[in-house]
Protein backbone atom coordinates (compact mmCIF):
# COMPACT_ATOMS: atom_id res chain seq x y z
CA UNK A 1 0.00 0.00 0.00
CA UNK A 2 1.59 2.99 -1.00
CA UNK A 3 -1.23 5.77 0.88
CA UNK A 4 -0.27 6.96 4.43
CA UNK A 5 -2.46 9.22 6.69
CA UNK A 6 -1.53 10.23 10.37
CA UNK A 7 -2.75 9.08 13.44
CA UNK A 8 -5.56 10.75 15.10
CA UNK A 9 -4.98 12.82 18.11
CA UNK A 10 -4.56 11.27 21.17
CA UNK A 11 -3.75 8.05 19.42
CA UNK A 12 -0.09 6.14 20.08
CA UNK A 13 2.24 7.43 17.56
CA UNK A 14 3.64 4.71 15.24
CA UNK A 15 7.11 5.52 16.87
CA UNK A 16 6.12 4.19 19.99
CA UNK A 17 4.85 1.00 19.26
CA UNK A 18 6.44 -2.57 18.87
CA UNK A 19 7.59 -3.08 14.81
CA UNK A 20 4.84 -5.86 14.25
CA UNK A 21 2.19 -3.37 15.24
CA UNK A 22 3.34 -0.38 13.79
CA UNK A 23 3.46 -2.30 10.43
CA UNK A 24 -0.09 -3.96 10.84
CA UNK A 25 -1.31 -0.52 12.54
CA UNK A 26 -0.34 1.28 9.29
CA UNK A 27 -1.13 -1.14 6.48
CA UNK A 28 -4.66 -1.18 8.06
CA UNK A 29 -4.81 2.86 7.70
CA UNK A 30 -3.46 2.67 4.60
CA UNK A 31 -6.14 0.05 3.48
CA UNK A 32 -8.53 2.41 4.92
CA UNK A 33 -7.19 5.26 2.97
CA UNK A 34 -7.70 3.56 -0.10
CA UNK A 35 -11.04 2.23 0.49
CA UNK A 36 -11.98 5.94 0.91
CA UNK A 37 -10.10 7.39 -1.95
CA UNK A 38 -11.83 4.55 -4.12
CA UNK A 39 -15.37 5.03 -3.15
CA UNK A 40 -15.21 8.80 -3.55
CA UNK A 41 -13.58 8.44 -7.38
CA UNK A 42 -16.27 5.49 -8.32
CA UNK A 43 -19.47 7.75 -6.51
CA UNK A 44 -18.21 10.80 -8.53
CA UNK A 45 -18.38 9.58 -12.19
CA UNK A 46 -22.01 7.77 -13.00
CA UNK A 47 -20.85 5.07 -15.97
CA UNK A 48 -17.82 3.17 -15.56
CA UNK A 49 -15.53 1.04 -17.97
CA UNK A 50 -14.15 -1.86 -16.20
CA UNK A 51 -10.85 -3.66 -17.31
CA UNK A 52 -10.02 -6.60 -15.24
CA UNK A 53 -7.28 -9.07 -15.60
CA UNK A 54 -5.50 -11.83 -13.91
CA UNK A 55 -4.86 -10.57 -11.02
CA UNK A 56 -8.72 -10.36 -10.26
CA UNK A 57 -8.78 -13.83 -9.85
CA UNK A 58 -5.74 -14.77 -7.87
CA UNK A 59 -8.05 -14.97 -4.95
CA UNK A 60 -9.63 -17.25 -6.39
CA UNK A 61 -6.82 -19.59 -6.67
CA UNK A 62 -5.74 -19.15 -9.91
CA UNK A 63 -2.58 -17.71 -10.22
CA UNK A 64 -1.30 -14.86 -12.64
CA UNK A 65 1.00 -14.89 -15.03
CA UNK A 66 3.33 -12.45 -14.27
CA UNK A 67 4.42 -11.38 -10.63
CA UNK A 68 4.27 -7.62 -9.17
CA UNK A 69 6.88 -6.72 -11.08
CA UNK A 70 5.60 -7.88 -14.50
CA UNK A 71 8.23 -10.73 -14.60
CA UNK A 72 7.54 -14.13 -15.61
CA UNK A 73 5.98 -16.53 -13.13
CA UNK A 74 6.74 -19.50 -14.98
CA UNK A 75 8.00 -19.71 -18.71
CA UNK A 76 5.72 -17.72 -21.33
CA UNK A 77 2.39 -19.14 -22.04
CA UNK A 78 2.05 -20.94 -25.76
CA UNK A 79 1.83 -18.63 -28.67
CA UNK A 80 -0.38 -19.89 -31.63
CA UNK A 81 1.61 -19.96 -34.36
CA UNK A 82 3.60 -23.17 -32.19
CA UNK A 83 0.58 -24.74 -31.54
CA UNK A 84 -0.67 -24.41 -34.72
CA UNK A 85 2.79 -26.08 -36.40
CA UNK A 86 3.52 -28.70 -34.42
CA UNK A 87 1.56 -32.07 -33.34
CA UNK A 88 4.29 -32.24 -30.31
CA UNK A 89 3.24 -28.26 -28.82
CA UNK A 90 -0.19 -29.16 -29.25
CA UNK A 91 0.14 -32.69 -27.31
CA UNK A 92 2.36 -31.22 -24.35
CA UNK A 93 -0.53 -28.33 -24.15
CA UNK A 94 -3.68 -30.79 -23.90
CA UNK A 95 -1.48 -32.47 -21.88
CA UNK A 96 -1.31 -29.83 -19.31
CA UNK A 97 -4.77 -28.12 -19.85
CA UNK A 98 -6.31 -31.53 -18.75
CA UNK A 99 -4.56 -31.14 -15.95
CA UNK A 100 -5.11 -27.90 -15.24
CA UNK A 101 -8.34 -27.45 -16.65
CA UNK A 102 -10.50 -28.52 -13.38
CA UNK A 103 -9.20 -26.08 -10.82
CA UNK A 104 -9.96 -23.19 -13.42
CA UNK A 105 -13.35 -24.80 -13.81
CA UNK A 106 -14.02 -25.09 -10.29
CA UNK A 107 -12.94 -21.97 -8.86
CA UNK A 108 -15.39 -19.62 -7.37
CA UNK A 109 -15.51 -15.98 -7.35
CA UNK A 110 -14.24 -14.06 -4.79
CA UNK A 111 -14.91 -10.37 -3.02
CA UNK A 112 -13.62 -8.34 -6.31
CA UNK A 113 -15.63 -10.87 -8.69
CA UNK A 114 -18.95 -10.10 -6.18
CA UNK A 115 -18.21 -5.91 -6.05
CA UNK A 116 -17.65 -5.62 -9.10
CA UNK A 117 -21.27 -7.56 -9.86
CA UNK A 118 -22.91 -5.55 -7.29
CA UNK A 119 -21.54 -2.30 -8.93
CA UNK A 120 -22.87 -3.36 -12.23
CA UNK A 121 -26.69 -4.11 -10.25
CA UNK A 122 -26.56 -0.66 -8.89
CA UNK A 123 -26.40 1.24 -12.95
CA UNK A 124 -22.84 1.96 -12.05
CA UNK A 125 -21.00 -0.11 -14.77
CA UNK A 126 -21.31 0.66 -18.19
CA UNK A 127 -19.65 -2.50 -19.71
CA UNK A 128 -17.38 -4.94 -17.88
CA UNK A 129 -13.68 -5.84 -20.03
CA UNK A 130 -11.84 -9.00 -18.99
CA UNK A 131 -8.78 -10.43 -20.00
CA UNK A 132 -9.26 -13.67 -18.25
CA UNK A 133 -11.07 -16.90 -19.52
CA UNK A 134 -12.42 -18.12 -16.08
CA UNK A 135 -15.86 -17.02 -16.07
CA UNK A 136 -15.73 -15.99 -12.81
CA UNK A 137 -17.47 -12.36 -13.63
CA UNK A 138 -20.68 -14.24 -14.92
CA UNK A 139 -20.39 -16.80 -12.16
CA UNK A 140 -20.81 -13.62 -9.89
CA UNK A 141 -23.57 -12.52 -11.23
CA UNK A 142 -22.38 -9.55 -13.68
CA UNK A 143 -24.58 -9.47 -17.18
CA UNK A 144 -22.59 -7.31 -19.05
CA UNK A 145 -19.08 -9.04 -20.17
CA UNK A 146 -16.73 -8.96 -22.77
CA UNK A 147 -14.22 -11.86 -22.80
CA UNK A 148 -11.91 -10.31 -24.84
CA UNK A 149 -9.53 -13.53 -24.83
CA UNK A 150 -12.50 -15.99 -24.73
CA UNK A 151 -13.94 -18.89 -22.19
CA UNK A 152 -12.17 -21.29 -21.44
CA UNK A 153 -14.84 -23.83 -20.69
CA UNK A 154 -15.22 -24.10 -24.73
CA UNK A 155 -13.16 -25.55 -27.64
CA UNK A 156 -13.48 -24.64 -30.92
CA UNK A 157 -12.85 -26.51 -33.99
CA UNK A 158 -10.38 -24.95 -36.62
CA UNK A 159 -12.20 -26.61 -39.44
CA UNK A 160 -16.04 -26.34 -39.21
CA UNK A 161 -16.13 -23.94 -36.38
CA UNK A 162 -17.97 -25.77 -34.25
CA UNK A 163 -17.85 -25.04 -30.72
CA UNK A 164 -17.91 -27.87 -28.00
CA UNK A 165 -17.80 -27.90 -24.15
CA UNK A 166 -14.76 -28.05 -22.85
CA UNK A 167 -15.56 -30.84 -20.38
CA UNK A 168 -16.80 -33.73 -23.45
CA UNK A 169 -12.54 -32.94 -24.10
CA UNK A 170 -11.43 -33.48 -20.65
CA UNK A 171 -13.67 -36.48 -20.50
CA UNK A 172 -12.37 -37.46 -24.06
CA UNK A 173 -8.78 -36.95 -23.15
CA UNK A 174 -9.23 -39.26 -20.16
CA UNK A 175 -10.95 -41.94 -22.07
CA UNK A 176 -8.27 -42.27 -24.77
CA UNK A 177 -4.96 -41.99 -22.50
CA UNK A 178 -5.74 -44.22 -20.02
CA UNK A 179 -2.02 -45.21 -19.23
CA UNK A 180 -0.81 -41.27 -19.44
CA UNK A 181 -3.93 -39.99 -16.78
CA UNK A 182 -4.27 -42.75 -14.57
CA UNK A 183 -6.99 -41.24 -12.15
CA UNK A 184 -9.39 -38.72 -12.93
CA UNK A 185 -7.02 -36.16 -13.41
CA UNK A 186 -3.96 -37.34 -12.63
CA UNK A 187 -1.15 -34.80 -10.83
CA UNK A 188 -2.78 -32.96 -8.71
CA UNK A 189 -2.76 -29.21 -9.69
CA UNK A 190 -2.96 -27.92 -6.75
CA UNK A 191 0.29 -29.07 -5.34
CA UNK A 192 3.85 -27.31 -6.64
CA UNK A 193 5.90 -30.41 -5.79
CA UNK A 194 9.03 -31.27 -7.25
CA UNK A 195 7.70 -32.20 -10.60
CA UNK A 196 7.26 -28.61 -10.86
CA UNK A 197 3.57 -28.40 -11.46
CA UNK A 198 2.10 -25.33 -11.16
CA UNK A 199 -0.66 -23.61 -13.37
CA UNK A 200 -1.12 -20.72 -15.22
CA UNK A 201 -4.29 -18.46 -15.60
CA UNK A 202 -5.42 -20.02 -18.71
CA UNK A 203 -5.53 -23.51 -16.74
CA UNK A 204 -2.22 -24.71 -18.39
CA UNK A 205 -0.14 -26.54 -15.84
CA UNK A 206 3.44 -26.79 -16.09
CA UNK A 207 4.29 -30.77 -16.05
CA UNK A 208 6.84 -32.87 -16.17
CA UNK A 209 5.69 -35.86 -17.85
CA UNK A 210 6.15 -37.08 -21.04
CA UNK A 211 3.27 -37.01 -23.31
CA UNK A 212 4.28 -38.46 -26.67
CA UNK A 213 2.10 -41.19 -26.60
CA UNK A 214 -0.85 -38.55 -25.57
CA UNK A 215 -3.67 -38.97 -28.21
CA UNK A 216 -5.33 -35.73 -28.53
CA UNK A 217 -9.08 -35.01 -29.60
CA UNK A 218 -10.42 -34.07 -33.00
CA UNK A 219 -13.60 -32.24 -33.99
CA UNK A 220 -16.37 -35.15 -33.37
CA UNK A 221 -18.38 -33.44 -36.01
CA UNK A 222 -15.50 -32.78 -38.92
CA UNK A 223 -12.31 -34.81 -37.34
CA UNK A 224 -10.47 -31.10 -37.74
CA UNK A 225 -8.26 -29.35 -35.28
CA UNK A 226 -9.48 -28.62 -31.83
CA UNK A 227 -8.16 -25.23 -29.85
CA UNK A 228 -9.09 -23.73 -26.88
CA UNK A 229 -11.47 -21.47 -27.27
CA UNK A 230 -9.22 -18.48 -25.86
CA UNK A 231 -6.99 -16.02 -27.44
CA UNK A 232 -3.27 -17.73 -27.70
CA UNK A 233 -0.67 -14.99 -27.26
CA UNK A 234 0.38 -13.87 -31.04
CA UNK A 235 -3.37 -14.24 -31.87
CA UNK A 236 -5.67 -10.99 -32.54
CA UNK A 237 -8.35 -10.58 -30.39
CA UNK A 238 -12.02 -10.94 -32.48
CA UNK A 239 -12.90 -7.55 -34.27
CA UNK A 240 -15.89 -7.16 -33.22
CA UNK A 241 -15.35 -7.72 -29.16
CA UNK A 242 -12.87 -4.68 -29.59
CA UNK A 243 -15.65 -2.58 -31.77
CA UNK A 244 -17.76 -3.44 -28.73
CA UNK A 245 -15.58 -2.31 -25.96
CA UNK A 246 -14.59 0.92 -27.88
CA UNK A 247 -17.84 1.63 -28.26
CA UNK A 248 -18.72 1.45 -24.70
CA UNK A 249 -15.56 3.30 -23.76
CA UNK A 250 -17.09 6.00 -25.77
CA UNK A 251 -20.06 6.16 -23.51
CA UNK A 252 -18.64 5.42 -19.99
CA UNK A 253 -17.56 8.23 -17.67
CA UNK A 254 -14.67 6.47 -16.42
CA UNK A 255 -12.48 3.90 -16.24
CA UNK A 256 -11.64 1.20 -13.67
CA UNK A 257 -8.57 -1.24 -13.89
CA UNK A 258 -8.93 -4.13 -11.63
CA UNK A 259 -5.81 -6.62 -11.39
CA UNK A 260 -3.89 -6.21 -14.59
CA UNK A 261 -0.50 -5.13 -15.50
CA UNK A 262 -1.60 -3.92 -18.75
CA UNK A 263 1.77 -5.73 -20.24
CA UNK A 264 -1.23 -7.15 -22.83
CA UNK A 265 -2.08 -4.49 -25.68
CA UNK A 266 -5.29 -6.21 -26.54
CA UNK A 267 -6.15 -5.04 -22.91
CA UNK A 268 -4.05 -1.88 -22.53
CA UNK A 269 -5.47 -0.26 -26.28
CA UNK A 270 -8.41 0.63 -24.16
CA UNK A 271 -6.74 2.65 -20.78
CA UNK A 272 -4.70 4.64 -24.25
CA UNK A 273 -8.18 5.63 -25.78
CA UNK A 274 -9.23 6.51 -22.21
CA UNK A 275 -6.73 8.81 -21.92
CA UNK A 276 -7.04 10.67 -25.27
CA UNK A 277 -10.27 10.95 -24.54
CA UNK A 278 -9.24 12.92 -21.20
CA UNK A 279 -11.37 10.35 -19.54
CA UNK A 280 -10.42 9.52 -15.41
CA UNK A 281 -8.59 6.49 -15.09
CA UNK A 282 -8.24 4.54 -11.77
CA UNK A 283 -6.22 1.10 -11.77
CA UNK A 284 -6.63 -1.53 -8.28
CA UNK A 285 -3.57 -3.21 -8.74
CA UNK A 286 -0.65 -4.90 -6.01
CA UNK A 287 2.21 -4.01 -8.80
CA UNK A 288 3.16 -1.81 -11.34
CA UNK A 289 0.82 -1.24 -14.24
CA UNK A 290 1.80 0.35 -18.02
CA UNK A 291 -1.45 2.66 -17.04
CA UNK A 292 -0.05 4.55 -13.77
CA UNK A 293 1.13 7.29 -15.33
CA UNK A 294 -2.12 7.87 -16.84
CA UNK A 295 -4.07 7.02 -13.65
CA UNK A 296 -5.98 9.42 -11.15
CA UNK A 297 -5.72 7.21 -8.77
CA UNK A 298 -3.47 3.90 -8.38
CA UNK A 299 -3.70 1.74 -6.12
CA UNK A 300 -1.85 -1.10 -4.95
CA UNK A 301 -3.59 -3.69 -2.65
CA UNK A 302 -5.92 -6.78 -2.20
CA UNK A 303 -8.53 -6.43 -5.19
CA UNK A 304 -11.22 -7.92 -3.11
CA UNK A 305 -10.76 -5.82 0.07
CA UNK A 306 -9.97 -2.76 -1.73
CA UNK A 307 -13.09 -3.26 -4.30
CA UNK A 308 -15.26 -5.02 -1.61
CA UNK A 309 -14.89 -1.83 1.33
CA UNK A 310 -15.51 0.80 -1.08
CA UNK A 311 -18.96 -1.02 -2.29
CA UNK A 312 -19.29 -1.18 0.99
CA UNK A 313 -18.69 2.92 1.70
CA UNK A 314 -21.06 3.64 -1.05
CA UNK A 315 -23.76 1.22 -0.54
CA UNK A 316 -23.84 0.15 3.36
CA UNK A 317 -25.22 -3.71 3.78
CA UNK A 318 -24.48 -4.39 -0.19
CA UNK A 319 -23.04 -7.68 -0.80
ZN1 LIG B 1 -15.11 -29.51 -36.97
Redesign the pocket.
Known amino acids: MSLQRNPPDGAPSPQQLPDGLMDEQRRAAAVEEAVHQLSLHLSGHRRWFVLTGAGCSTESGIPAYRDETGAWRHKPPIQLHEFMGSESVRRRYWARSFVGFPRVHRALPNAAHHALAQLERQDRVRLLVTQNVDLLHQKAGSQNVIDLHGQLAWVA ?1 L ?2 R ?1 LIERERVQHWLAANNPTLFAHDGAPDPDQRDASGHALAPDGDAQLALDVSGLQIPP ?1 P ?4 LLKPNVVFFGETVPPQKVRDSYAALEEADAVLVVGSSLAVFSGYRFVRRAAELRKPIVVVNSGMTRADALAQLKLSGPCGALLDGALQLLSPGAA
Open positions: CGCSCSCGG
